[in-house]
């Protein structure tokens, strides 16, 4: 079964610019959440979706969006880049939203550099 | 103000020796914790985890142990084998939902042949 994907897996963009970066969760998963890893550091929570609806934000500006697709996959949206945002994204899957205790299950990630 | 803290950046043992990886929590409200193991270029790996009801599970060589009243958590590997040289990073969420975790910045381990 594949696991969860992202794309895409390098992006270098500048200043001002801005991002999509994509996650499709393993079949079955209704829930993704999105975290940013600064080098260094561990992950940290930017985000939440689960029946398309977000269920949780982090202390991100709001230049960071996303959304939720009918097919789960998920879309992390960065506008006005700047050099800060230089960062491994990570996804992260599971099965339900709320309610269970259950681990996620994480893509590769997308490294994203800001010249 | 970090809530999730591993204080040891990494941690170097001998193969077939034990590894204790080490994490504290300052917020009360969490109540599932889980450990993840990250190799270079891979995201992370879901290891183990335990609810705030208990204070000890094991899976095969890897036994995760809570103390809620220091707030405080140990992973432990026992043999360790080079193949668990890694990133380890600790997490915690509350009620009932880990999509929301809080991660500490990581313990790496090697493990020496």
């Known amino acids: 079964d594949a696991g969860v994907t992202q794309s895409p897996t390098h992006l270098i963009k500048t200043r001002g610019q801005h991002v999509t970066l994509r996650c499709s969760p393993i079949?079955?998963?209704?829930?993704v959440s999105w975290y940013q890893q600064v080098l260094g550091q561990g992950p940290q929570f930017i985000f939440q979706y689960y029946e398309k609806e977000e269920r949780g934000r982090g202390n991100f500006p709001d230049r960071f969006s996303a959304r939720q697709f009918p097919n789960y996959s998920s879309e992390l949206n960065v506008n006005a880049l700047l050099l800060g945002d230089s960062a491994l994204y990570l996804c992260?899957?599971?099965?339900?939203?709320?309610?269970?205790?259950?681990?996620?299950?994480f893509g590769d990630g997308t490294r994203l550099s800001i010249l | 103000d970090q809530q999730v803290k591993q204080n040891s950046p990494s941690l170097s043992v001998q193969e077939g020796r034990i590894s204790i990886l080490n994490c504290d929590y300052t917020?009360?409200?969490?109540?599932?914790f889980l450990w993840y193991k990250k190799y270079p270029a891979e995201g992370p790996t879901f290891l183990i985890s335990?609810?705030?009801?208990?204070d000890k599970n094991e899976d095969g060589r890897f036994t995760v142990f809570l103390n809620k009243s220091a707030k405080h958590l140990s992973l432990h590997i026992v043999p360790s084998q080079p193949g668990d040289s890694a990133v380890y990073f600790c997490a915690a969420s509350g009620g009932t939902n880990a999509g929301k975790s809080t991660f500490g910045d990581g313990t790496t381990l090697t493990v020496k042949p």
């Open positions: 917020n009360s409200m969490f109540d599932y």
């Open positions: 992260a899957s599971s099965p339900w939203g709320e309610r269970v205790n259950q681990p996620q299950h």
């Open positions: 335990i609810s705030s009801i208990k």
């Open positions: 079949s079955g998963h209704k829930s």
